[in-house]
């Protein structure tokens, strides 16, 4: 039987690319901050209804919010904010596709910093498989350029790869801290835990990135309602694709979730070919098999 972590965490990776895609499409109409805060916004009442239909199918019950638990929330609520607006400015330099791509150093930089927090260990095999599906997702930096150690620094240093990079840096603290709210959050059922996390962090998500939005663009609140079909399933993925990352967290080590959730750059690809109508390379393709063969590293280490 598939560990019910495994398949959170790819739901997690095909609802993310999902609304990925969505709000690169609104990034034609919306700012920067615009287009992030939609994913909260409107993520708020989605959250409601899918923990709602948790307990009604489930049941269950939580402890009270100590404010230990809240300010691991804000922690990880504030990092998926900054990672959020460094992948959509990746976007405007090098694709969809290939600032994605640079964003999934997360797993191994997940690795790192769980292990030295959270004192999360993992096999031989399994921190193979991360280093192996990260040099997967670093070949894609190399679409249309030859394979030489100064093309490697060329594309490393663009500004698409920096930002994509600090995306990366920036979900990987927010997934160390959202494991530790789960934590430190009362009660025996961690995946309901999960679903109280994403609801209290996208009501903080809400109000940090409205706030912010509200005194440097006032103008784009209208723009933000204006778009409300557009934005609504945006927010309604972005709930789906928390709440099955969150779940992973909680089942799972965070570089483990981390590092399966690469196939994203698999669903990445197709909906960059298909969705966007951006052109793949070979090279891309190529790099997104060795992805797939790092993950499966990972799975083989997991004993």
């Known amino acids: 039987m598939i560990p019910p972590w495994i398949l959170f965490t790819v739901s997690a990776a095909g609802f993310q690319t999902w609304r990925t895609a969505k709000q690169q499409k609104l990034r034609g109409k919306l700012s920067v901050n615009g287009a992030g805060v939609v994913r909260f916004l409107y993520g708020?009442?989605?959250?409601f209804v899918i923990l709602g239909t948790y307990l009604a199918l489930f049941g269950g019950s939580f402890g009270s919010f100590t404010p230990l638990f809240l300010f691991y929330c804000m922690l990880g609520g504030l990092g998926q904010i900054l990672g959020t607006n460094l992948l959509i400015m990746s976007f405007d330099s090098r694709g969809f596709a290939v600032g994605t791509a640079y964003s999934k150093t997360e797993a191994i930089q997940a690795a790192?910093?769980?292990l030295f927090l959270l004192g999360e260990t993992l096999s031989p095999?399994?921190?193979?498989?991360?280093?192996?599906?990260?040099?997967?997702?670093?070949?894609?930096?190399f679409a249309g350029k030859g394979f030489s150690v100064g093309?490697?620094?060329?594309?490393?240093?663009?500004?698409g790869a920096l930002l994509g990079i600090g995306a990366g840096s920036c979900f990987a603290i927010c997934s160390i801290f959202i494991k530790s709210a789960n934590i430190a959050l009362d009660g025996d059922d961690p995946v309901l835990k999960a679903l109280v996390c994403l609801v209290v962090i996208n009501g903080m998500q809400t109000i940090m990135q409205g706030s912010w939005m509200l005194w440097r663009e006032p103008g784009?609140?209208?723009?933000?309602?204006?778009?409300?079909?557009d934005s609504m399933w945006v927010g309604a993925l972005s709930a789906s694709g928390s709440a099955?990352?969150?779940?992973?967290?909680?089942?799972?080590?965070?570089?483990?979730?981390?590092?399966v959730g690469q196939v994203e750059i698999l669903f990445t690809l197709l909906a960059?070919?298909?969705?966007l109508?951006?052109?793949?390379?070979?090279?891309?393709?190529?790099?997104?098999?060795?992805?797939?063969?790092?993950?499966?590293?990972?799975?083989?280490?997991?004993?």
Not at 44 to 47: C, F, H, R, S
Not at 279 to 300: F, H, K, N
């Open 244 to 259: 099955c990352w969150f779940s992973g967290f909680a089942l799972a080590p965070v570089a483990m979730v981390r590092a």
């Open 277 to 303: 109508k951006e052109r793949t390379s070979l090279t891309e393709r190529v790099g997104a098999l060795i992805v797939v063969a790092g993950v499966v590293l990972v799975l083989l280490g997991r004993h």
């Open 112 to 114: 790192f910093i769980a």
């Open 44 to 47: 708020v009442p989605a959250g």
């Open 220 to 229: 784009e609140v209208r723009r933000v309602f204006a778009n409300w079909k």
């Open 151 to 159: 093309a490697f620094i060329e594309a490393s240093l663009q500004r």
């Open 272 to 275: 960059s070919r298909f969705y």
């Open 125 to 141: 095999l399994s921190w193979a498989g991360i280093a192996l599906s990260v040099s997967g997702v670093l070949t894609l930096s």
